[in-house]
Every structure is written in structure tokens, then in C-alpha cells.
């Protein structure tokens, strides 16, 4: 678990490091995340470490937002008067990644031959 941890931290440390080196107008976790992506495909497996721990922030993910949300309540007033791009950003996002999500889906399925039953 500890290896599993590391490994994700340093891959968002290098993330974060790339950001800030190259001046990248993206989060520098998504960069990380990247790495990792990476990193995987060149060992050609995933540690067993890495499955279950990853597997437990999975579980616990609603437990990650909850600092997110605080940051929102407090600027409450300011999502008020600004409520509209709040909106827009939100229902947009929201149909951009439920799209993404199903074209993939559907992508991985033609490329393993199965069907989702």
C-alpha cells in the first residue's frame, strides 16, 4: 500500500513539477495521471499494490470532495451573483464527460468483442 500511495504522489509531484517547468495551462494532477497511464503501458501490467489500493480511493472518492465543497460554500455569495457560468460550466461538463464516458464504453467493447449484458 505504501509503494501504491508513493507511486501515485510522485506521479502527481512530476505532474505538478511539468506544470509549473512548462508553464502548461492544465492541472497538474491530469498530468500525473498521464504519467501513470504511461508508466503502466510501458511495464505491460498493473501492480497488484497499486489495483487494491486504488481500488479503496474508489470506494472512499465522495470522501475527496467534501474539501471541494467547503471551498464552494464559502464563496457562496460569489456563486449567487455568478450563478449562470456556474450553471453552464456545470450541465456542460457534466453531458461532455457522460459522452466521453459512453463513447469509450462503446470503444472497448468493439475492441474486446463483448457485450455488456
Given at each position: 500500500?505504501?509503494?501504491a500511495?508513493?507511486?501515485?504522489f510522485?506521479?502527481?509531484?512530476?505532474?505538478?513539477?511539468?506544470?509549473?517547468?512548462?508553464?502548461?495551462?492544465?492541472?497538474?494532477?491530469?498530468?500525473?495521471?498521464?504519467?501513470?497511464?504511461?508508466?503502466?503501458?510501458?511495464?505491460?501490467?498493473?501492480?497488484?499494490?497499486?489495483?487494491?489500493?486504488?481500488?479503496?480511493?474508489?470506494?472512499?472518492?465522495?470522501?475527496?470532495?467534501?474539501?471541494?465543497?467547503?471551498?464552494?460554500?464559502?464563496?457562496?455569495?460569489?456563486?449567487?451573483?455568478?450563478?449562470?457560468?456556474?450553471?453552464?460550466?456545470?450541465?456542460?461538463?457534466?453531458?461532455?464527460?457522460?459522452?466521453?464516458?459512453?463513447?469509450?464504453?462503446?470503444?472497448?467493447?468493439?475492441?474486446?468483442?463483448?457485450?455488456?449484458?
Amino acid at each position: 500500500m505504501l509503494y501504491a500511495i508513493t507511486s501515485l504522489f510522485l506521479c502527481q509531484l512530476a505532474g505538478e513539477l511539468l506544470v509549473q517547468w512548462l508553464g502548461l495551462p492544465i492541472p497538474g494532477p491530469l498530468i500525473g495521471m498521464v504519467l501513470m497511464f504511461i508508466a503502466l503501458l510501458v511495464r505491460g501490467s498493473v501492480p497488484q499494490a497499486l489495483t487494491d489500493t486504488s481500488g479503496h480511493l474508489l470506494r472512499n472518492l465522495m470522501l475527496l470532495f467534501i474539501p471541494a465543497v467547503t471551498g464552494v460554500m464559502l464563496h457562496f455569495e460569489r456563486v449567487g451573483r455568478e450563478w449562470l457560468p456556474f450553471l453552464a460550466a456545470g450541465i456542460l461538463g457534466a453531458a461532455f464527460t457522460m459522452t466521453v464516458t459512453a463513447l469509450t464504453f462503446r470503444w472497448m467493447i468493439r475492441i474486446t468483442g463483448k457485450n455488456a449484458e
